[in-house]
């Protein structure tokens, strides 16, 4: 049986819409990026969205449009892609790291005080595997010291934290359109807001500066560059799957959800291994992104070849994330961080296995899935 980790669902619909895309004689510009841009809106309830070429992209220009720059400090988890802290490095700002929270791998909220200082700008958390973080405390801390609060959203596209989507709470929320997300646009992402003002900043260093698009000109070459700007587009084509994603993105939730609980109900009771399984706030939801299992210490030197013998099997497998991201080699030689300092984080980096929950998988997969776990996870 093989059952990967994760696998676009992209079927006759998005290929005959891209077919349209092609025919014509925009990919850039055109009207779907503003159609994609309006759906999502509708579907997080953001007043404003922002298409951009990827994750890291909105990150950065996020940081870019508020001028974070050299001698500045962003709050950081420990516990994240590598992409969360580089957008940071881009403006030539320092992140700093703070450890997890054992229950859900999420920035540990009563640690971050500790870390802010006059050079704080941001305070950037990470809804870790689509687990909302506490952004009440976040929100105070930021009211406090008077910071900008970002949100990566790459894992909770359909996560809320007190009835409010991710991505909602803060200054802005940014998602991943990578193929294994919750959905796709073979590659992109999409900033969201609250505030015009800020929105207003971001589109148009998105695309040079320049302070017209296409649909406002009059003549050809009727534009200025009036600010220093970058090129983070999203294409036709892209925005053109994205539409066709967010049909079924309900769907696809829905069935994320259920394969999960699934696992959960039948893997709760292996003394070898915990599961990841907080509860939610009743006002606050979970959009899973994966099902994830912490192996105990007297298995966890195992974990590679329990990984080898899944991945043989055909059950695909991954890891959230390689390391704590200060424990990179980058990071590490760059600020001299200890592993002792990240002992939380480390424990989700080195002793955990996720596996798949997509709308790839039935519950045939599914039970071969706990079949094999409890083969060889004994």
């Known amino acids: 049986m093989k059952i990967p980790f994760g696998r676009p669902q992209i079927d006759s619909k998005e290929r005959n819409a891209v077919n349209k895309i092609l025919l014509g004689n925009i990919l850039v510009h055109g009207p779907k990026i503003i159609e994609f841009e309006k759906k999502f809106s509708s579907f997080t309830g953001s007043n404003f969205s ?106 909770s596209i359909g996560s809320s934290f007190n009835k409010k989507h991710t991505g909602l709470l803060g200054d802005a929320g940014v998602f991943s359109f990578y193929p294994v997300k919750h959905m796709t646009t073979s590659e992109g992402g999409m900033v969201i807001f609250k505030d015009k003002n800020i929105f207003e900043k971001l589109k148009l260093k998105r695309a040079f500066g320049v302070n017209k698009d296409h649909t406002q000109r009059k003549l050809p070459g009727d534009y200025d560059a009036i600010e220093k700007g970058l090129n983070y587009r999203m294409s036709e084509i892209e925005a053109t799957i994205g539409v066709e994603q967010l049909k079924k993105l309900n769907r696809f939730i829905k ?6 609980n699934y696992l959960a109900s039948k893997l709760n009771n292996n003394a070898n291994f915990e599961i990841i399984n907080p509860k939610i706030k ?12 912490i192996l105990s210490d007297k298995i966890v030197k195992k974990r590679n070849n329990i990984i080898n013998k899944l991945n043989k099997s055909g059950i695909g497998t991954s890891i ?57 996870v004994k």
């Open 50 to 155: 922002l298409g951009v070429s990827s994750c890291t992209a909105g990150m950065h220009l996020f940081y870019y449009g508020l001028n974070i720059k050299h001698g500045d400090e962003v709050i950081v988890p420990a516990q994240t892609h590598v992409a969360t802290a580089m957008a940071v490095e881009a403006v030539g700002a320092k992140p700093i790291f703070v450890d997890s929270d054992t229950n859900t791998g999420n920035i540990d909220v009563n640690k971050i005080e500790e870390k802010i200082t006059s050079r704080t700008r941001v305070i950037t958390v990470v809804h870790y595997l689509g687990i909302p973080v506490q952004m009440d405390k976040i929100l105070k801390l930021a009211k406090k010291y008077k910071l900008y609060v970002l949100e990566d959203c790459a894992l």
């Open 255 to 260: 069935t994320r959800n259920g394969n999960h």
């Open 282 to 293: 009743n006002d606050s939801n979970w959009s899973h992104y994966c099902f994830t299992i």
């Open 320 to 376: 959230y994330y390689p390391h704590p991201v200060p424990l990179m080699s980058f990071f590490k030689k760059k600020y001299g961080c200890k592993k002792r300092d990240f002992i939380n984080s480390s424990i989700f980096s080195y002793k955990t296995i996720m596996l798949p929950v997509g709308p790839h998988i039935d519950k045939i997969k599914l039970a071969y899935i706990v079949k094999k776990i409890n083969e060889f």
